[in-house]
């Protein structure tokens, strides 16, 4: 998109500026990527911590019709 801006603008770019581009662009998408993955691992670990009391609570009423029949 922005090759074809400053193409557009009939502006001209140095080998240096051509090179810089590129790497300016992977930055947006590395930290996106950073981000989604720690989102992921906040759910996780939230997921977690939550399925622990579940198992242990129907473990419990699983326990409780057992030892009443």
Sequence with gaps: MRLFIIQ???TSLSSDDL???PRICLV???VAAAI???LVLSIDWFIGM???PS???G???AYGNW???
Excluded: E
Aim: proline share 4%; charged share 10%.
């Design 50 to 52: 939550t399925r622990q």
């Design 55 to 57: 198992h242990l609570i």
């Design 59 to 61: 473990n419990c009423v």
């Design 28 to 30: 947006p998408s590395n």
């Design 67 to 69: 030892c009443l029949t």
């Design 19 to 21: 090179m810089l581009v």
């Design 36 to 38: 989604r993955i720690v």
């Design 8 to 10: 557009a603008a009939d």
